[in-house]
């Protein structure tokens, strides 16, 4: 997967010179009638009664949807929404864009995202982190002060919708993320990213229970609770493959089993060389995005490996953002985490030079983009252009029989360790 389509990778094992282990999620197929499967979900929800008993004529209602940096087919999930909601008029709907600090998306883009009707016909926000605007709820036990976009706080009713994958320190995505730090305020959203909760062990790949960045999500965002979380699976094609709704937690654990099932692979020794991408467009857009996919390869390769990476990055590092300005201030991956650790005040996007600098410390990484080299040497990062040489290259460097691992759909898939016996 790479960029809108794939890109083919042609091995020649030379009569075992190197072992190959393609790792991926198990397929499941999309649903039949997907409109259906979500009606159904809507009418029997896990742990809430059916959103139709919830949500009266004159409710405000405020609908928060992920930003099209998720492959989630969200047009068409509103608008089933809108349908199955049909006794509640246009003005009362609110369509918050969840950006967390992400910049907010173009006129284009929300067309896209939500389409044009919706755009003529509702409100919809760009949710801001950064404008002063958001409003105070109170503090978690562990102290974050938790701000949150005004709209979602004024409304009667509100409503998350949510894409559930695996995700490289919050366990996996959707659920109470949709608020935190979805539509959170920036100093909500930098104690939820800190050095310390990045660093957390727990911190990582399909982990819940102990992982103090998903508890501090869920607990900020019980601080004023969703009515009605509706979470989604989908496949490679962006095929709806699983409908989660009704109360956050339950809603999300379950499509969170569900993901699990398919993305988790066991594995049985670490591997000299893994290949990657980033699960293809929209998650390659950028470099800032592409953490992910070697995040995942860096779970089972050896220290001192390679990691080889195939990801787009048609929108470049990306120039919005603190992500490049952070990477590109110092040389080597121990000196870009302990100028992190030793920040007095963390800043935004921090947090994904540290995921990188742990992976860039662990192995040598290779990158298959449309990025300028001199952009990726500068990222520390080696430009290559020709992946089945590269391959050949590092599998020769690491002698007869190297171990190398496949991992075709990038950070949806979830490699895990297990000792034999």
Known sequence: MYGRGFKDLIIDAHAGAYDVTVIEPSFVPGLADEREAVFNALDDPLGTPPLKDLIRPNDTVAVVVPDSTRPLPTKKIVSWLLEYLSWVGPVNF??????????KCTEE????????????EHKVVNHNAFDGSNEFLGSTRRGTRVFVDREYVAADKRILVGLVEPHFFAGFSGGPKAVAPGISGIETILSLHSYEMI???SSTWAVLDGNPVYEESLEACSLLPPDFCLNLTVNRMREITGVFAGETVKAHRAGCEFVRAVSVKKVFHEFDV????????PLDQ???QTVKGL???AQVVKTGGSIICASECADGIPEHGNFKRIL??????????????????????QWQVQVLARVLAKAQVYLYSSLPDTEVRAALMTPVHDLEATLEREARRHGEGAKVAILPEGPFTVPVMVRRG
């Open 274 to 281: 893994v290949i990657t991408t980033n699960g293809g467009w």
């Open 295 to 297: 995040s995942a390869a």
């Open 199 to 201: 660093d957390h062990p």
């Open 109 to 120: 883009e929300l067309k896209a995202l939500l389409g044009e009707r919706i755009l003529k």
């Open 94 to 103: 609110v369509f918050i864009v969840g950006t967390g600090s992400h910049r």
């Open 286 to 288: 950028n470099l800032y």
């Open 328 to 349: 590109l201030e110092t040389p080597s991956p121990e000196g870009l985490l302990e100028a992190i650790r030793s920040r007095k005040t963390p800043e935004v996007d």
